[in-house]
């Protein structure tokens, strides 16, 4: 009776139902306690509410609970049916557990905050002793159950970015909230489709509230937010990030075809040099400091690339967009007239897609949120080992990084 008291205590059941009997199973490290109810009550239908007599009950069922004294502990009960002329024979809700859950609200709580702790499925199977499927499916349901409650809402400032899932170019579409840094949308692929099912899930209201988009150069994002976005042109912002990255892929081309150039020569000046080129002056790590100024004293033309890049980084010090065209069409005259083909070409392309470059000058606005949001994706992938199955990358994505109300009330 000690035992009975104690786990009527312990579980807080709300009346009628009460703790029967508790087993003490040491052989299997476990716990089993028996839950029941008192006979000739009314039960609500879990879909109309209305009061009904019992009609039968479903066969046991057992729900995992939270671990007494490292032992697992269960809870067994016969749940009782309800037949509502409306809505036939139905189950009733228990109030320890979700629909549908082997596993009571406490513990659903507790394996949330030990994956997300985790952050890997399988550190917190090892550590709550269960399957992998388990575990998972509880991942599964906690997204489930936070984008239901997720209440539509104006998101001012977007981050639209593709992640490569694996291997081979199978990549995914990621939208974010650049306020709140967190993912608003996952999708297949980076087709203009992909990104248009974004904005085709937003009210007119929402879609009129967007003020900025910040993207990459890449062609099927952008008619697609042209497409779905009121004023889009005003709005999107090529993000300074993608951009210096095509600038510095530039730069490395230029460097690949002096150093082979050099070679041929005997000459290994450029050796070992191709990270060297590619940092922003002020992250250069200091015990190259001197390597990069010996090098720019030489008349490398890999020099006068990186001089070019440099230069271009100022471009997003400017606040007015006047100033910033007049400075651009420097550069744009420095970068083509300095005979290296790699860094002409990008200039043109840069040129073409000015217009969404200098939007930055008025929203001031970077990619920096999403690319915290894909370094946090590429963490949950290492830890993960990767994922086969893209449902599965998704689930874990929206877990860790969707903002979303995760926990079973």
Request: proline share 3%; glycine share 4%; with cysteine.
């Amino acid at each position: 009776m000690r035992d009975v008291e104690l786990y009527r205590q312990i579980l807080g059941l709300p009346e009628p139902w009460c703790v029967a009997d508790v087993k003490l199973d040491l052989e299997r490290s476990r716990i089993e306690v028996q839950v029941t109810h008192p006979e000739g009550l009314r039960w609500s239908c879990p879909q109309c509410g209305k009061e009904l007599a019992v009609h039968d009950h479903a066969p046991e069922r057992t729900w995992r609970h939270l671990d007494t004294c490292q032992l697992q502990t269960l809870l067994r009960a016969r749940v009782p049916r309800v037949e509502c002329a409306e809505h036939g024979v139905l189950q009733i809700m228990v109030p320890w557990a979700e629909a549908r859950s082997r596993f009571t609200l406490l513990m659903e709580r507790w394996i949330i905050d030990v994956l997300q702790q985790c952050a890997t499925v399988s550190g917190a199977c090892r550590l709550l002793r269960l399957s992998w499927d388990e575990v998972f499916g509880i991942m599964e349901r906690a997204v489930r159950r936070g984008q239901a409650r997720k209440r539509p809402q104006v998101l001012r400032r977007l981050g639209v970015d593709e992640k490569a899932f694996r291997k081979g170019h199978s990549y995914t579409t990621i939208v974010s909230d650049i306020e709140r840094s967190t993912i608003e949308y996952l999708a297949d692929e980076r087709t203009r489709a992909s990104l248009e099912g974004f904005y085709a899930s937003l009210t007119p209201e929402q879609r009129d509230g967007i003020e900025a988009v910040a993207m990459d150069m890449w062609e099927a994002y952008l008619q697609a937010t042209n497409a779905g976005v009121p004023g889009a042109s005003r709005k999107i912002v090529f993000d300074r990030f993608h951009i210096m990255q095509h600038v510095g892929q530039a730069v490395d081309a230029v460097r690949k075809a002096e150093h082979r150039a050099l070679r041929a020569e005997g000459d290994d000046t450029l050796t070992r040099t191709k990270y060297l080129w590619l940092y922003s002056r002020e992250n250069l790590p200091d015990a190259r400091r001197a390597q990069l100024r010996a090098l720019l004293g030489q008349n490398l033309k890999v020099a006068r690339a990186w001089a070019i890049k440099e230069a271009l980084r100022r471009l997003w010090d400017y606040r007015r967009e006047a100033w910033a065209r007049r400075y651009f069409a420097r550069w744009f005259c420095w970068a083509t007239h300095c005979r290296l083909e790699p860094m002409r070409q990008v200039a043109h392309m840069l040129k073409r897609r000015l217009d969404n470059i200098l939007t930055y000058c008025r929203l001031r606005i970077t990619h920096a949120a999403a690319e915290g949001i894909n370094s946090k994706l590429m963490a949950i992938k290492r830890r993960a080992c990767g994922y086969r199955n893209p449902a599965h990358f998704k689930i874990a994505a929206y877990f860790y990084c969707g903002g979303l109300d995760l926990y079973p009330r």
